[in-house]
């Protein structure tokens, strides 16, 4: 029974009278819940993204049933539904195409229901932001969960990490290196249980990113998928959204300019995807808080990297979790992020990392002993090739490849350069900028992982294992390399990268944050009379919608009509 004063959302359903009353609560009924379920009490709304196509999120229908024992435990109303599964390993040709349509289904699945709360279970990449995003938009109470990291994968003795080890092996057996056995049985060993990737990868990042949010609880991120306590945590999340709905801590009361600058400089310390930058985007543009692309470089400026994981470190989400977890993280950033705000848990930062312990500095560093230095995070660089900024992550690229000027060796499509990689004969040496275009949110549709390029065969023959690449395209968070990313604006719709000829020269100098394409105005100009934007990818369904609506990389990538929010307005009869 709700101990509030105000009315709640689900009343407005199972409080009824009359046809509308009768209708609402005679068909739930036939799940068999007792009378008093309807008596006003919380009702909490359980978004599962589970899958057996999202393998990072097959078991989140066991962890909704944690929740489920929180809420019923603590006088609310449990009731799971599923929102739309983004499994990055199988779905093509994009889980970023389908992030918007998770996330407007998810809003408008839980603005058409009678909830007062909703927990958001989520895993792979693109489900986190998707939900949230879509969240936001109502703004309910609303508390997060993700499903956690997979153990350590094993191979030969050592540690592997999901996505990196594909990365690393897969070049290794290109160059001749490693065997198709070999590769074989690292598969086998990589992916040994339940959870999502292991490695600082884009899973992982959004993971940290949102209880550096505030929208999970105190040490949710790094919980392996496996491990009882997610399970705990399951449970207290359950009890804690029904207090939530009664003390109405509505998402937007904790999604705020000060949270997400938490976010954006954990990120940093954390070594995290460059796939954060377009998801906070994203998520900030559904409450209106302003953020752009210029503050992850801004405010990120001198904040270390503190975290010595794959793909840019050494260790994995399961040593990570045994050293303390994001809570030691955020303690140890204390100086530069702020305490005061107050998350999901009810309390501040400051109280949620007040007792946390580092149990391992070699994976968790000090502020005074950092893994890497202030600005080996994320990046923004702008210039002729980029008039509206593009990625790069500094701690995943060659530091002799920082300052560099080469001669650009195009693509229209990836597809191409794939077969032109492995051609022995390819015209590419180590200063070569290999440019990949059409790939963006528009081009592709819906902007690919496939940002980092895989190195020309001639070149990993000849022991080469990085260049300079350029592209509108993403890139995988599991990935390294010096990859520069989410060029803006995108070919497709005739940014600067469209008009880049093979041979011309192209100019990085991260220290100055510049991407310059060194041709002279004049020359541009004409090639732009010549160019023609492609033919649309579709006329029919989501994909034509998606395409004629999609924001560019440097606003999050969402639909432009969906930026903003509907709030959570009850809304009319249905009978």
Same mark, same amino acid.
């Given at each position: ?6 009315p709640l ?8 009278e009359?046809r509308?009353?009768?209708i609402?609560?005679?068909?739930m ?5 007792a009378d $008093?379920v ?8 359980i ?6 196509l999202?393998p ?7 962890l909704a ?7 019923w435990?603590?006088g609310?109303l449990?009731l799971e539904f599923?929102?739309m599964?983004?499994?990055e ?6 889980t970023? /195409?389908y992030?918007?349509l998770l996330?407007m289904?998810l809003?408008?699945s839980? =603005? ?8 958001l ?5 693109k ?6 995003m879509?969240?936001?938009s109502?703004?309910l109470?609303t508390l ?9 994968g094993k191979?030969?003795g050592?540690d592997?990490?999901?996505?990196t080890?594909?990365w ?21 060993g990589m992916?040994?249980?339940?959870g999502?990737?292991?490695?600082m990868g884009?899973?992982?990042?959004m993971?940290c990113v949102?209880e550096a949010?505030?929208v ?5 991120a790094?919980?392996p998928?496996? $491990?009882?306590?997610r399970?705990a945590?399951a ?8 207090a ?16 997400f ?6 990120n940093?310390?954390i070594g ?7 998801h906070?985007l994203?998520?900030?543009?559904r ?16 904040v270390?990297?503190l975290v010595?994981?794959?793909p ?5 989400m399961e ?19 702020h ?7 009810? =309390?501040s ?5 007040d007792g946390a *312990? ?7 560093g000090?502020m ?14 702008r ?10 992550k500094v ?5 002799h490849?920082?300052?560099h ?6 693509f229209?499509?990836i597809?191409e ?10 015209d590419v ?19 690919p992982?496939v ?17 300079? =690449?350029i592209?509108?395209?993403r ?5 390294y390399?010096t990859?520069?990313?989410?060029v ?17 020269l192209?100019s990085v ?5 510049? /991407? ?5 105005d ?5 090639r732009r009379?010549?160019w ?6 579709a006329? =029919?369904?989501w ?8 924001? *560019?990389?440097?606003?999050?990538a969402?639909?432009?009509?969906l930026v903003?929010?509907s ?9």
């Amino acid at each position: 029974m709700s101990t509030t004063n105000r009315p709640l959302r689900s009343g407005e359903w199972f409080g009824a009278e009359g046809r509308n009353g009768f209708i609402h609560r005679s068909w739930m009924r036939n799940q068999g819940f007792a009378d $008093d379920v309807f008596d006003g009490r919380p009702v909490i709304g359980i978004a599962t993204t589970w899958s057996e196509l999202t393998p990072c999120n097959a078991h989140l229908r066991d962890l909704a049933e944690s929740v489920k024992r929180g809420v019923w435990e603590s006088g609310g109303l449990p009731l799971e539904f599923p929102a739309m599964s983004l499994g990055e390993p199988l779905m093509r040709p994009t889980t970023m /195409l389908y992030r918007n349509l998770l996330a407007m289904e998810l809003e408008e699945s839980v =603005r058409a229901n009678p909830l007062d709360g909703v927990v958001l279970l989520s895993g792979c990449d693109k489900t986190t932001p998707g939900l949230l995003m879509g969240a936001a938009s109502v703004d309910l109470p609303t508390l997060m969960l993700t499903g956690g990291p997979m153990l350590n994968g094993k191979f030969r003795g050592q540690d592997i990490g999901s996505g990196t080890v594909v990365w690393r092996f897969t070049e290794e057996m290109r160059a001749g290196r490693m065997t198709a056995a070999d590769c074989s049985e690292a598969e086998v060993g990589m992916s040994r249980s339940r959870g999502h990737c292991m490695t600082m990868g884009t899973a992982s990042t959004m993971a940290c990113v949102t209880e550096a949010l505030g929208v999970q609880l105190p040490g949710s991120a790094a919980v392996p998928a496996v $491990d009882s306590r997610r399970y705990a945590l399951a449970h207290g999340a359950g009890r804690r959204i029904v207090a939530m709905v009664e003390q109405d801590q509505r998402l937007s009361s904790v999604l705020t300019r000060k949270a997400f600058e938490n976010a954006v400089r954990v990120n940093a310390a954390i070594g995290g995807s460059t796939n954060a930058v377009v998801h906070l985007l994203a998520i900030a543009g559904r409450l209106g808080v302003p953020l752009s692309l210029e503050d992850f470089d801004t405010l990120t400026a001198d904040v270390p990297m503190l975290v010595n994981l794959m793909p840019s470190g050494t260790y994995l989400m399961e040593d990570f979790f045994y050293a303390g977890g994001l809570p030691v993280v955020m303690k140890e950033l204390a100086p530069l992020l702020h305490m005061d705000h107050i998350t999901v848990s009810g =309390r501040s930062v400051a109280e949620n990392v007040d007792g946390a *312990q580092c149990w391992n500095r070699d994976v968790i560093g000090s502020m005074e002993e950092p893994f890497q230095p202030a600005g080996s995070g994320t990046v923004v660089l702008r210039g002729s090739l980029a008039p509206s900024g593009a990625v790069l992550k500094v701690s995943a690229a060659s530091a002799h490849l920082l300052t560099h000027t080469g001669p650009a060796l195009v693509f229209d499509r990836i597809e191409e350069y794939v077969v032109a990689a492995d051609d022995p004969d390819l015209d590419v040496t180590p200063d070569t900028v290999i440019v990949v275009r059409n790939a963006g949110p528009r081009g592709y549709p819906g902007f690919p992982e496939v940002g980092n390029v895989p190195m020309p065969r001639r070149l990993l023959a000849d022991g080469i294992t990085d260049m300079v =690449r350029i592209s509108d395209a993403r890139m995988s968070g599991t990935g390294y390399g010096t990859c520069i990313l989410h060029v803006a604006p995108e070919a497709s719709v005739g940014g600067p990268l469209a008009l880049v000829r093979t041979g011309d020269l192209v100019s990085v100098d991260v220290s100055t944050r510049r /991407l310059e394409l060194l041709v002279d105005d004049a020359e541009l100009a004409q090639r732009r009379t010549t160019w023609q934007p492609p033919k649309p990818v579709a006329d =029919r369904g989501w994909v034509r919608l998606y395409s004629e609506h999609v924001l *560019q990389a440097d606003s999050g990538a969402d639909l432009d009509f969906l930026v903003g929010g509907s709030g959570s307005a009850v809304p009319r009869h249905s009978h």
